[in-house]
Structures are given as structure tokens and as C-alpha cells.
């Protein structure tokens, strides 16, 4: 019901910075949570952080705290991820996401999941 539409991937340099969009359609938002997370081979998925479709309230994994913001436009249906300083750790597929509480988004329990789009911070 819900479809997700991530952009803003690349290469980047280690201290660059890069920003993801991701639009979503189909359901209203009101109650939901969007988050995003990453997962780069062989390697887990991991909770990059969320927010709540109404209060704005942020969360973030501990990994990205400090250097990546997230946040939502309400009437655009988006949710974007500022990612500065970033380091070649970083480097993954960076999925957009949509739950419905915060507790199990940051578990990856969602509901929806977009594409996925490449980030790759080399030099």
C-alpha cells in the first residue's frame, strides 16, 4: 500500500557529505514512523535512524550520532537524511523505511521498505 522512493546516493570522499531523499505515497501518515537503514555485504541491516510522522521526534543508531540528521516535510511525504563527516564505514545500501512505532523500527520491523540506493565513501 505504501511505496517508498529513495535518491541521493554516490561516491563521496571520507569528510564529504551527502543527503537522501526518500518519497513515499499511497497511505496517510499521520501515526506512522519512517526511519532509514543501511546494510553493506555481508554485513547485517543496520538502524540508522527514524522519526515519528507527527511529533518529529528523532532517534538515531549509535554509530551515525552526531554526524547524520533526520528529517521529515509532512505535506511532501518525505523524509531525508543529512549524513556529514562521513567515513568509509559508512559505505552501504541505504534503504528508506516505514513502521509504525519506534520501538519495533528500530528493531526493522517495518512495514515497508524502498529500494535501496548506494552510498560509497572512498578516496
Known amino acids: 500500500q505504501v511505496q517508498l522512493v529513495e535518491s541521493g546516493g554516490g561516491l563521496v570522499q571520507p569528510g564529504g557529505s551527502l543527503r537522501l531523499s526518500c518519497v513515499a505515497s499511497?497511505?496517510?501518515?499521520?501515526?506512522?514512523?519512517m526511519g532509514w537503514f543501511r546494510q553493506a555485504p555481508g554485513k547485517e541491516r543496520e538502524f540508522v535512524a527514524c522519526?515519528?510522522?507527527?511529533?518529529?521526534?528523532?532517534y538515531y543508531g549509535d554509530s551515525v550520532k552526531g554526524r547524520f540528521t533526520i528529517s521529515r516535510d509532512n505535506g511532501k511525504k518525505t523524509v531525508s537524511l543529512q549524513m556529514n563527516s562521513l567515513k568509509p564505514e559508512d559505505t552501504a545500501v541505504y534503504y528508506c523505511?516505514?513502521?509504525?512505532?519506534?520501538?519495533?523500527?528500530?528493531?526493522?520491523?517495518?512495514?515497508?521498505w524502498g529500494q535501496g540506493t548506494q552510498v560509497t565513501v572512498s578516496s
Open positions: 522519526i515519528t510522522w507527527g511529533a518529529g521526534t528523532t
Open positions: 523505511a516505514v513502521g509504525w512505532n519506534v520501538e519495533g523500527v528500530r528493531k526493522g520491523s517495518v512495514g515497508y
Open positions: 499511497g497511505r496517510t501518515f499521520s501515526s506512522y514512523v
